[in-house]
């Protein structure tokens, strides 16, 4: 009988051993999910800043391969460029964002601005402030490397 009431008492823990981690689990997974919605939303948000600003528009459509605009962007319309990126880059360093997701969203324009002839007339426009050139190389270092296909299309 003692053998008998050991065996169920081993059975038991093991019962609420498995309980505890199939919780820690599902825990776990709760929340991974709470921060895959949260990191969503801020690349919506920051999908809709960038979309929404038009001094950022106005110099991405100049970097824009088809159809480019003839408006060359102010070296206010660069900046505000640059500092959006930059914010990219606090979130990124910060890991409330991801590379891929970043560069998905927003590192074509960004590649564009870096090595292209039209970013590079734009480069020329910020007078090699160190500050701005520094945010840029900081960047480029986070979401580094390009895709290979864009790198072929030009």
Known sequence: MEICSSAIGYVIDFCLLLVAVMAACISYKELQSHKIKEDNKLLSQLNKRYLESEDVQAVVKYLRKKEPSNVIPT????????????????????????????????????????????????????????????????????????????????
């Open 75 to 154: 070296a206010y319309q660069i900046d505000l460029f640059l500092r959006f990126f930059e914010e990219l880059g606090v979130y990124l360093k910060s890991g409330s964002l991801k590379r891929d997701d970043v560069l998905t969203f927003f590192g074509y324009y960004f590649y564009r601005f870096d090595k292209c002839r039209s970013g590079l007339k734009l480069k020329n426009k910020i007078d090699n402030e160190d500050e701005k050139l520094d945010c840029l190389n900081e960047y480029r270092k986070l979401i580094k490397p390009y895709p290979k296909a864009w790198l072929e299309e030009d």
